[in-house]
């Protein structure tokens, strides 16, 4: 029944006095896992203590670092709820260069999941040929904000920097060039069979069971749920822009890939959109040292879903309490549900198709299999090569694709 | 009247000890504040009549002798409601809202290991966020706790 | 033997191997890694490749500011790497703990559980910067 040659542990003799502290728990039977537990709390750094030990300008730098990929969706959101608390008015450019960072950061963080997804799956050169591309929108941020991640472009009551007339059109001119590589990914993920089988019907949560589990994001978007904060909760600019909230019906991991990239083209659409009606004026105004006692939520519609902030101020110039919420949180609960009844060697794109933004490396994998008593530890690299290993042997070999050129 | 009044309105009719107690901050945002013996019927209401479908996140709050509580819930038409609701911080006990929301047990935890809440009807599980070697009477987000100066251990150079 | 030794040398010179760690951060330094071993940085074309399993590595690459839950998987990973081998610490959290330092989960900066050789600054350290970083280390190794 099953193979105990498929649970190799690469790292030497294994230690038994010493515990590891295994990110995921799986039972399985034969090949078919039953259940899965899963354990967080590794990137757990105290920041919500921090914050209430720093003034509200230090915390902005600080909530900036929660995520790398996501850094202008959690210093928006905080940024959002302190101007709610102290009452202040945000002129309407500094709102419109928020969205645009904030697209462009959209973008960025897709393209860079459509690399993992493709590396998951045995098809490396997809990884470089998104990663190849996301660095031409890491220039632009570059450009816009002076650094490639963490930008530190907002402050409370607005922005730290403008852009200029040439800015925009650098930034425009990169849009296209993103464009036309997009369409490419798009065909690349409808016409590939290869890519289509392999994604198909892996990680499914029907729509019940997103609304159940609260499912945010592309993931609940998959699953045919339209909630989008950008349409829902409009924020910064989104109320005054025109754009299409993606959703597809398939809910599995094939979905995700799909709403995803059709989210590209939607944010290219928004970016241009921002630049040609970029209102004049200043950039930020004045807040106050003291934020007024008063508290607020922020919701941001993060690449992964929503993000939701809490603040709470009490007339001193530190928060009282801030609360983050990260949209991976949200997703994690549904993963039990995807991986339910599905094979070992679907986890690891069914756990990145959520685009999870727990530290990507080094996730442990206890494996239980209830047939025969036999507990293991792999390691996430071990799983990978393992999944990719299976899925070759059903006839699904993206070593051997063609690789088409572009441009 | 706006979408939030309407919400204001239903809950001040049916739970009238709220009245004056419900506040419309802006647009989408609604805060209550109710007792603790209050809170379960007022959610299963809220999820019932006013279509809210989703719990955001719960948020703990260390107000001194109490333990402030507010649950987050988003719904049609994105607007979030936030019910507070506190317990004596002597004996933190409240159930838990597993049953109506699978979600909320991840931030169950987070406030039983943070802040030193008991909730009732949690599955024994992992602990989330903290260590297993952390001991269970500390808790860091409480106002009391203050991060200990741990001496630097030494600087190894190669 | 001399020249034995002079062989391995020149090869792990010539073809470090490395392993990644993320000790619990913020993922930016993670992503700039391994963004300089993609086309536009290419770190492969130094010879550098990365390996999953620490007996094979000669260069532990390291980002974040250690967690208490992280601390002891880095000192086993670090102990099961065989000599010679060097530690990088990429970006200003895996150096001194950045942003981070005072927080009561975090040790602040990974000297202060591994020995390090090299440190890499910035928040994020860019590709570039990783690249001279680690091109700086395996000079120093040649001397």
């Known amino acids: 029944m099953s ?310 101020a009490n007339g001193t110039d530190k928060p009282e309490r801030v609360k983050v919420r990260a949209p991976t949180l949200a997703n994690v609960q549904s993963v039990k549900q995807m991986l339910k009844d599905r094979y070992l060697a679907d986890m690891p794109i069914v756990v990145a198709a959520i685009d999870p933004c727990f530290s990507c490396t080094d996730r442990m994998i206890e494996v239980n299999n209830l047939d025969n008593g036999e507990s293991k530890v792999l390691d996430w690299e071990s799983l990978h090569n393992y999944s990719i290993d299976w899925y070759k042997k059903q006839g699904i070999d993206f070593s051997r694709m063609k690789k088409r050129e572009i441009a | 009247m706006t979408a939030e009044e309407t919400v204001q309105q239903e809950l001040e009719k049916k739970f009238p000890a709220l009245a004056g107690k419900v506040r419309v901050q802006r647009a989408r945002r609604i805060f209550v504040d109710v007792e603790y013996q209050d809170f379960r019927p007022l959610l299963e209401f809220a999820i019932g009549l006013l279509k809210f479908p989703y719990l955001c996140v719960i948020t703990g709050l260390d107000e001194g002798d109490q333990l402030g509580i507010i649950y987050h819930m988003s719904g049609e038409s994105g607007i979030i409601l936030s019910i507070k609701t506190r317990v004596p911080m002597s004996d933190p006990k409240v159930k838990t809202v597993t049953d109506l929301f699978p979600s909320a047990e991840i931030y169950e935890r987070e406030m039983v290991d943070l802040l030193g809440a008991k909730v009732e009807g949690l599955q024994a599980a992992f602990r989330y966020p903290l260590t297993d070697d952390w001991p269970t009477d500390q808790f860091p987000l409480r106002k009391s706790w203050k991060t200990p100066d741990v001496p630097k251990g030494e600087i190894k150079h190669v | 033997m001399k020249i034995l030794n002079k062989l391995v040398n020149w090869a792990r010179i010539k073809s470090p191997w490395i392993l990644h760690f993320n000790t619990g951060a913020c993922n930016a330094c993670d992503i700039e890694i391994v963004a300089a071993l993609t086309p536009l940085y290419d770190l492969e074309r130094f010879g550098v490749q990365l390996k999953a399993t620490p007996r094979h590595a000669d260069i532990l690459v390291c980002s974040g500011p250690v967690t208490r839950q992280i601390e002891d998987r880095l000192v086993r990973i670090y102990e099961q790497m065989a000599e010679p081998k060097f530690v990088v610490a990429v970006g200003t959290c895996a150096c001194s703990g950045g942003v981070f330092q005072g927080c009561y989960n975090v040790r602040g900066g990974i000297n202060q559980s591994i020995p390090v050789s090299a440190y890499i600054p910035g928040c994020p350290a860019s590709p570039k910067a990783i690249i001279d970083g680690v091109v700086k280390l395996l000079k120093s190794l040649e001397e």
């Open chain 1, 3 to 312: 193979e105990p040659e498929q649970f190799k542990i690469p790292f030497g003799p294994q230690h038994p006095a010493l515990k590891e502290p295994e990110s995921f728990s799986i039972a399985l039977r034969g090949e078919k896992i039953l259940g899965v537990d899963i354990r967080l709390g590794y990137n757990h750094r105290g920041i919500e203590k921090a914050c209430e030990e720093r003034t509200f300008i230090q915390d902005i730098y600080l909530i900036e670092r929660i995520c790398g990929i996501c850094s202008h969706v959690h210093s928006t959101a905080y940024v959002q709820g302190v101007e709610e608390i102290a009452g202040l008015e945000v002129p309407k450019r500094a709102l419109y260069i928020r969205s645009l960072i904030g697209e462009l950061e959209r973008i960025h963080s897709h393209l860079l999941w459509l690399g993992v997804a493709g590396h998951e799956i045995g098809f490396d050169t997809l990884l470089m040929y998104s990663w190849r591309d996301r660095e031409v929108v890491m220039d632009i941020l570059t450009l816009l904000t002076g650094n490639r991640v963490n930008y530190g472009i907002n402050t409370i009551g607005g922005v730290r920097r403008d852009i200029t007339p040439e800015m925009a059109k650098e930034v425009l001119t990169s849009v296209d060039k993103l464009e036309e590589r997009t369409k490419y990914y798009i065909e690349v993920a409808t016409q590939e069979t290869t890519i289509i089988n392999r994604l198909s019907g892996v990680g499914m949560l029907s729509k019940e069971d997103a609304l159940r589990l609260g499912a945010v994001g592309p993931t609940g978007r998959a699953s045919d749920i339209p909630r989008d904060i950008r349409k829902d909760d409009p924020y910064a600019a989104y109320a005054e822009l025109d754009f299409n909230v993606c959703t597809d019906k398939r809910c599995d991991v094939y979905g995700r890939t799909v709403v995803r990239l059709l989210e590209l083209m939607e944010s290219y659409k928004i970016i241009r959109q921002i630049l040609a009606n970029l209102p004049e004026g200043a950039i930020s105004v004045r807040a106050p040292r003291r934020i007024p006692a008063g508290e607020a939520v922020s919701r941001y519609e993060a690449p992964r879903g929503e993000c939701m902030h809490y603040i709470k």
